[in-house]
């Protein structure tokens, strides 16, 4: 097997794009190397890069067939989810039900673990996916949805990497845990997140990163203080309010 060590990476490897599109996409990718764990987390902007592009093409569709930027928008959000399988939807949910709904650790991440979606979780679904779809409306009305969609999911990915390396698992057991902590490989995401978007976007790059970056900060620092660590939900719960900080800062400035 190739090694990306072979071009002066040592310990990444080609296979874990292979493995971030298996745990982050629903994309048809076939026998993925989830052995890797959390070494292969310098390859999630390469997920985000792939929902990015399936959405864009949705989008571009529905603008082409001639529908409005709304409805375009709708097309967006709806390919995204498919794309991902809702799985940081639904990451968003627990996170918001545990966080908000328990009154110590041990009954926060109880409350994560539940399958069943509470008034905190429901509030919470409901006002991201509209702010969403309003910023990606606005966006795609002023022209900008593949610079949008092709910078703004790839660089959540990498935040969701670094917030991986930043902090310990919550929890003991579970998806979060069982990955691992990616160290180098994490910080390596947020760093090819943030040259694609600088490539995509150039200077406007810079503000779209501070805005998302401060999103997931907050989010990051609730869930330390919170619960001492991530979960697999509040990763998920951080690539969205990473879309929603990154598309928010291109509707200011678009």
């Not at 999103?215 to 939900?233: M, N, P």
Request: charged letters at 15%; a positive charge.
């Amino acid at each position: 097997m190739a090694r990306i060590g072979d071009i002066g990476w040592q310990g990444l490897e080609l296979r874990d794009i292979g493995a971030a599109l298996g745990l982050l996409t629903r994309l048809p990718v076939g026998r993925v190397a989830h052995e890797r764990g959390a070494k292969a987390a310098w390859a999630y902007p390469v997920a985000g890069l792939a929902v990015g592009l399936v959405s864009g093409l949705a989008g571009a569709m529905a603008l082409w067939l001639g529908l409005t930027p709304a409805l375009a928008a709708v097309t967006v959000l709806a390919a995204q989810a498919l794309g991902t399988g809702a799985l940081h939807e639904d990451g968003l949910a627990d996170t918001a039900d545990g966080l908000w709904g328990g009154w110590d650790k041990a009954r926060r991440l109880e409350i994560m673990r539940d399958s069943r979606t509470g008034a905190y979780g429901v509030l919470a679904l409901v006002l991201v996916t509209l702010a969403r779809f309003a910023a990606t409306e606005a966006v795609i009305a002023a022209g900008l949805l593949w610079p949008a969609l092709l910078a703004v999911p790839t660089l959540a990915r990498g935040l969701m990497a670094a917030v991986m390396a930043a902090l310990p698992p919550a929890r003991a057991d579970g998806l979060s845990h069982g990955t691992g902590r990616p160290g180098r490989a994490g910080w390596l995401g947020l760093g090819l997140g943030a040259l694609w978007a600088l490539l995509m976007l150039g200077v406007w790059a810079v503000p779209v990163a501070l805005a998302a970056g401060a999103a997931v900060g907050a989010l990051a620092l609730l869930a330390r203080a919170k619960i001492g660590g991530q979960t697999g939900d509040i990763l998920g719960a951080c690539c969205l309010l990473a879309e929603l900080g990154g598309l928010a800062a291109l509707v200011a400035l678009a």
